[in-house]
Nanobody, 119 residues
Protein backbone atom coordinates (compact mmCIF):
# COMPACT_ATOMS: atom_id res chain seq x y z
CA UNK A 1 0.00 0.00 0.00
CA UNK A 2 1.37 3.39 -1.00
CA UNK A 3 0.24 6.27 1.15
CA UNK A 4 0.45 9.79 -0.15
CA UNK A 5 0.18 12.48 2.50
CA UNK A 6 -1.12 15.93 1.65
CA UNK A 7 -0.94 19.08 3.70
CA UNK A 8 -1.42 22.81 3.36
CA UNK A 9 -5.12 23.26 2.70
CA UNK A 10 -7.23 25.84 4.46
CA UNK A 11 -9.42 28.90 4.09
CA UNK A 12 -8.32 32.13 2.45
CA UNK A 13 -9.88 35.26 1.04
CA UNK A 14 -9.96 35.87 -2.71
CA UNK A 15 -6.54 36.95 -3.90
CA UNK A 16 -4.79 34.98 -1.19
CA UNK A 17 -2.28 32.16 -1.45
CA UNK A 18 -1.95 28.60 -0.24
CA UNK A 19 0.81 26.05 -0.62
CA UNK A 20 -0.12 22.38 -0.87
CA UNK A 21 2.40 19.64 -0.32
CA UNK A 22 2.26 15.95 -1.23
CA UNK A 23 4.76 13.36 -0.14
CA UNK A 24 5.37 9.78 0.81
CA UNK A 25 7.97 7.92 2.77
CA UNK A 26 10.42 5.28 1.74
CA UNK A 27 10.17 6.10 -1.95
CA UNK A 28 12.17 8.44 -4.15
CA UNK A 29 9.23 10.62 -5.08
CA UNK A 30 11.27 12.50 -7.65
CA UNK A 31 11.08 9.43 -9.91
CA UNK A 32 7.30 9.61 -10.25
CA UNK A 33 4.90 11.70 -12.30
CA UNK A 34 2.67 13.54 -9.84
CA UNK A 35 -0.60 15.28 -10.45
CA UNK A 36 -2.86 17.52 -8.38
CA UNK A 37 -6.58 17.07 -8.96
CA UNK A 38 -9.52 18.84 -7.42
CA UNK A 39 -13.17 18.09 -6.93
CA UNK A 40 -15.78 20.67 -6.07
CA UNK A 41 -19.22 19.67 -4.73
CA UNK A 42 -21.39 18.07 -7.40
CA UNK A 43 -18.62 18.35 -9.99
CA UNK A 44 -16.27 15.82 -11.54
CA UNK A 45 -12.70 15.52 -10.41
CA UNK A 46 -10.40 17.50 -12.70
CA UNK A 47 -6.67 17.63 -13.28
CA UNK A 48 -5.24 20.92 -12.07
CA UNK A 49 -1.51 20.45 -12.65
CA UNK A 50 1.01 17.70 -13.27
CA UNK A 51 4.75 17.36 -13.13
CA UNK A 52 6.35 14.58 -15.11
CA UNK A 53 9.76 13.16 -15.84
CA UNK A 54 12.26 15.84 -16.71
CA UNK A 55 10.16 18.19 -14.59
CA UNK A 56 7.92 19.14 -17.47
CA UNK A 57 4.67 20.62 -16.25
CA UNK A 58 1.04 20.85 -17.31
CA UNK A 59 -1.66 23.23 -16.04
CA UNK A 60 -5.33 23.49 -16.70
CA UNK A 61 -6.15 26.74 -18.46
CA UNK A 62 -7.95 28.38 -15.56
CA UNK A 63 -4.92 28.17 -13.23
CA UNK A 64 -2.14 29.08 -15.66
CA UNK A 65 -0.13 31.99 -14.35
CA UNK A 66 -1.54 31.55 -10.83
CA UNK A 67 -0.51 28.03 -9.77
CA UNK A 68 2.95 26.49 -9.87
CA UNK A 69 3.77 22.82 -9.40
CA UNK A 70 7.32 21.88 -8.44
CA UNK A 71 9.41 19.25 -6.71
CA UNK A 72 11.16 19.73 -3.39
CA UNK A 73 13.56 16.83 -3.52
CA UNK A 74 15.12 17.73 -0.18
CA UNK A 75 11.77 16.96 1.44
CA UNK A 76 10.71 14.25 -1.03
CA UNK A 77 7.57 16.18 -1.87
CA UNK A 78 5.69 17.83 -4.73
CA UNK A 79 4.36 21.30 -4.02
CA UNK A 80 1.44 23.18 -5.56
CA UNK A 81 1.83 26.89 -4.93
CA UNK A 82 -1.52 28.60 -5.46
CA UNK A 83 -1.61 32.38 -5.78
CA UNK A 84 -4.37 34.84 -6.64
CA UNK A 85 -6.95 32.35 -5.47
CA UNK A 86 -10.53 32.72 -6.61
CA UNK A 87 -13.78 31.41 -5.13
CA UNK A 88 -14.02 28.97 -8.04
CA UNK A 89 -10.81 27.33 -6.82
CA UNK A 90 -12.72 26.04 -3.81
CA UNK A 91 -12.54 22.24 -3.80
CA UNK A 92 -10.95 19.22 -2.21
CA UNK A 93 -7.49 18.84 -3.70
CA UNK A 94 -5.98 15.39 -4.21
CA UNK A 95 -2.46 14.29 -5.00
CA UNK A 96 -2.01 11.40 -7.47
CA UNK A 97 1.17 9.48 -8.27
CA UNK A 98 0.51 6.39 -10.37
CA UNK A 99 3.40 4.05 -11.01
CA UNK A 100 5.28 0.94 -10.08
CA UNK A 101 6.05 0.64 -6.40
CA UNK A 102 8.12 -2.36 -5.32
CA UNK A 103 7.30 -4.07 -8.59
CA UNK A 104 3.54 -3.52 -8.43
CA UNK A 105 1.51 -0.93 -10.32
CA UNK A 106 -0.40 1.30 -7.93
CA UNK A 107 -2.66 4.24 -8.74
CA UNK A 108 -1.72 6.07 -5.56
CA UNK A 109 -3.93 8.87 -4.21
CA UNK A 110 -3.80 11.07 -1.17
CA UNK A 111 -6.69 11.54 1.23
CA UNK A 112 -7.49 15.04 -0.03
CA UNK A 113 -7.16 18.46 1.52
CA UNK A 114 -9.87 21.13 1.56
CA UNK A 115 -9.23 24.51 -0.02
CA UNK A 116 -11.87 27.19 0.57
CA UNK A 117 -11.69 30.63 -1.02
CA UNK A 118 -14.30 32.97 0.34
CA UNK A 119 -14.71 36.52 1.55
Amino acid sequence: QVQLVESGGGSVQPGGSLRLSCGTSGIAFRLYDVGWYRQAPEKQRELVARIISGDNTYYMDSVKGRFTISRDNTKNTVVLQMNSLKPEDTAVYYCNAPGHYSGHYVDAWGQGTQVTVSS
